[in-house]
């Protein structure tokens, strides 16, 4: 494990945490560099080579962390410490990993993320802000004091300040196994977004995370719904109940009108969430959200855009992985696309906290990658009508030929949502027994 971070270290810095790397130039630890980075040499090679050997000792372990279990790639990853050794200065390489470097103090990087500067994951937040408070001599320890450096799961993860993702076990989709519930808040008030876990000990931790932001003075403002779907309202009455309990009271339920007109007789929404209402919390820093009636994948669907940060609770309008169900009568394919280019045009959009995977940090092109790759399967669906299918299935059987036939069933669904569209632009017409075809260009 030492040997594998010692070659990372190298290759992503060009710094040599080796034995015996004091004696080479700069010159030959460039030359090393290439041929490694080029295959000539392995690392071992080199390393034998050049007469330069690794020690445990100039390595601490500080901690080992595995990537939530709402990410579709997971990392187990273990953090050490090093000293750079003494005429060696670290530099960005050009890795093809990397999109951009600089190399700032821990402090200056924990500042950019203050101001909402820099998306930052859970272990790397936890490093910068442990570095930043100084090298005193229980650094080790302070890096090692929180229970995620010891593989326990990661569920509070504020990849931007003031914005707390909270993936739940939900019974959602597949590939998605969790639903994101966000916790905005500012000194004073917390907004609560999508609740979703039908689950005891997934409700718990959540509102073990209320819990905290409340004991430093906050109170919950208002428990927001995205959308109507399950997996984003399961936990309602759970959290509120819990508020009911401990804190002397529930709060308000907020969704847009739509979305109360599906849950009647499920959940009492109080407060309507109409297109352009802004949501603005009491408190420091300043949070304003402006609301975004954006259907498609449900009628009622809201996003909120933080105009000043640029960040969107997009939903289930975009997510963090994988694509997004559109399934009538609730969803409504010429509507969502609609609502994506509308998202697109937003300005200054920062990044994405979508309803299932990580935040986006590239918003417009995660956006343009959704609306293309509808329009492509719009483009494959005219053309296996035109080419003789009359139904859905036989549809699915030739344009979702990548998909997994346990997948066939919702890739129906998103057929009919096509079939619907194509309809309505007048590019089809489907018969009273759902037989299809390509309407021509003079009808």
């Known amino acids: 494990m030492i040997s594998c971070a010692a070659r990372e270290v190298f290759e992503e810095t060009a710094v040599l945490l080796a034995r015996g790397s004091e004696a080479l130039t700069i010159g030959q630890r460039a030359s090393l560099l290439d041929d490694l980075e080029s295959g000539r040499m392995s690392w071992l090679e080199l390393l034998t080579h050049y007469g330069l050997r690794l020690d445990a000792d100039d390595f601490t372990f500080v901690g080992r962390w595995v990537t939530p279990p709402f990410a579709p790639r997971r990392f187990d990853t273990w953090f050490f410490l090093a000293t750079c050794p003494a005429k060696q200065q670290p530099r960005v390489t050009g890795d093809s990993e990397l999109e951009s470097g600089e190399w700032i103090s821990a402090r200056e990087a924990y500042r950019k993320w203050e101001r909402s500067e820099v998306l930052v994951p859970p272990p790397v937040l936890h490093a910068l802000k442990t570095l930043a408070a100084?090298?005193?001599?229980?650094?080790?320890?302070?890096?090692?004091?929180?229970?995620?450096?010891?593989?326990?799961?990661?569920?509070?993860?504020?990849?931007?300040?003031?914005?707390?993702?909270?993936?739940?076990?939900?019974?959602?989709?597949?590939?998605?196994?969790?639903?994101?519930?966000?916790?905005?808040?500012?000194?004073?008030?917390?907004?609560?977004?999508?609740?979703?876990?039908?689950?005891?000990?997934?409700?718990?931790?959540?509102?073990?995370?209320?819990?905290?932001?409340?004991?430093?003075?906050?109170?919950?403002?208002?428990?927001?719904?995205?959308?109507?779907?399950?997996?984003?309202?399961?936990?309602?009455?759970?959290?509120?109940?819990?508020l009911r309990a401990k804190h002397g009271g529930a709060v308000a339920i907020a969704a847009h009108r739509r979305t109360s007109e599906s849950l009647k007789g499920q959940i009492h929404v109080d407060h309507f969430i109409e297109d352009g209402a802004v949501l603005e919390l009491n408190g420091e820093p300043q949070i304003k959200l402006r609301a975004l009636h954006t259907p498609g994948h449900a009628r009622g669907h809201l996003c909120f855009h933080d105009e000043r940060t640029g960040a969107l609770i997009s939903g289930d309008n975009v997510v963090g992985f994988g694509s997004v169900l559109i399934d009538p009568p609730e969803g409504d394919m010429r509507a969502y696309l609609a609502s994506l280019k509308r998202m697109r045009e937003l300005p200054n959009l920062s990044v994405l906290f979508g309803g299932h995977g990580p935040a986006v940090a590239n918003p417009y092109k995660k956006i343009d990658e959704y609306i293309s790759h509808r329009l492509e399967r719009e483009e494959l669906i005219l053309a296996a009508v035109r080419e003789g299918a009359t139904t859905s299935k036989e549809i699915v059987a030739r344009v979702y030929f990548d998909v997994s036939p346990k997948a066939h069933a919702m890739a129906e669904r998103a057929v009919v949502a096509h079939l619907e569209k194509l309809e309505a632009d007048g590019l089809l017409s489907r018969a009273s027994d759902d037989s299809i075809s390509a309407t021509k260009a003079n009808d």
């Open 134 to 242: 100084g090298l005193t001599n229980d650094l080790v320890e302070r890096f090692l004091s929180v229970p995620e450096a010891h593989q326990q799961p990661t569920r509070r993860i504020e990849f931007r300040p003031n914005y707390i993702c909270f993936p739940l076990r939900t019974k959602t989709l597949p590939p998605a196994t969790h639903t994101n519930c966000y916790l905005i808040y500012t000194s004073q008030e917390i907004l609560v977004i999508d609740p979703g876990s039908p689950y005891d000990e997934e409700q718990e931790a959540l509102a073990s995370c209320v819990d905290d932001l409340i004991s430093e003075g906050r109170t919950v403002r208002e428990i927001v719904l995205t959308h109507v779907h399950p997996d984003h309202i399961g936990g309602v009455h759970a959290l509120n109940g819990h």
